[in-house]
């Protein structure tokens, strides 16, 4: 592995890293919205019943529709974090595949260097394994929250005067996002173990950047005493 090729493939693990840890923060956004989810469909469900009970019907069924009406932009909004995920999974991938491509090259004779892809190597490919896992589950998570939305879509002012779809509608949703919920409890264990690894890929890629950087100078230094040694024999001759 030459000096540039350790640069670059230090370069590709910190790519990797950040990508990661967006990755990271978009799963706790998904969380939070999906939670927001449920919580406008508890009111959805909780009109419903009002609805039922009371003198009132109409006024809560009509409320039970504005909350459906709700529910379906929290899912849209849960459809556009999916895809930023999916993103940044993408990112990640094809900067661990970039890095291990280059430390295939790596030149073992250095001991020092060999020690540090040593370590580097097995902890990348964690990180490339829980990537491979997060995509499905980030696929899983959108095909539930577009079923959660398309069950509210269902909910129209005239289904509004059968209170049977509505129902329906409430517990098909509720039972869509209540599996998403799961999908990104599972994805925030898978992502978080990804950027453990991550992290400490990206300390392992900075000693190998801190180390080729050293031996650039050294190489530097030793130029130049025999750059001037050459110049001090042609001024004798």
């Known amino acids: 592995m030459t000096t540039d090729t350790a640069l670059q493939a230090a370069d590709a693990v910190f790519m990797a890293e950040q990508a990661v840890g967006r990755a990271r923060r978009v799963v706790d956004e998904l969380h939070t919205t999906i939670n927001s989810a449920l919580r406008v469909l508890d009111d959805a469900e909780l009109d419903s019943a009002k609805a039922r009970l009371s003198d009132r019907g109409d006024y809560y069924l009509e409320a039970a529709g504005e909350h459906l009406s709700r529910l379906q932009r929290r899912c849209s909004d849960n459809a556009e974090l999916v895809d ?6 993408e990112r990640a991938s094809q900067a661990i595949a970039d890095a291990h491509d280059l430390l295939q090259d790596a030149d073992t004779s250095d001991p020092e260097l060999a020690s540090e892809v040593a370590q580097l190597k097995p902890r990348l490919a964690v990180v490339g394994e829980m990537i491979d896992l997060a995509k499905p589950m980030a696929r899983l998570t959108a095909q539930h929250v577009d079923s959660a939305q398309l069950a509210a ?8 005067l059968e209170p049977v779809t509505l129902e329906r509608s409430i517990a098909t949703a509720g039972k869509e ?11 925030e264990n898978v992502v978080d173990h990804a950027a453990a690894n991550a992290r400490q890929s990206a ?14 100078a050294e190489q530097g230094r030793g130029q130049v005493p025999r750059q001037a ?7 004798a001759r």
């Open 229 to 235: 040694a050459r110049a001090g024999g042609s001024l």
């Open 153 to 160: 879509q269902h909910v129209t002012p005239p289904s509004l």
């Open 84 to 89: 930023e995920l999916t993103r940044h999974l």
């Open 203 to 216: 300390g392992i890629a900075s000693e190998i950047t801190d180390n080729a950087r050293r031996r650039m």
């Open 177 to 187: 996002l209540g599996r998403a919920d799961e999908d990104v409890r599972l994805l």
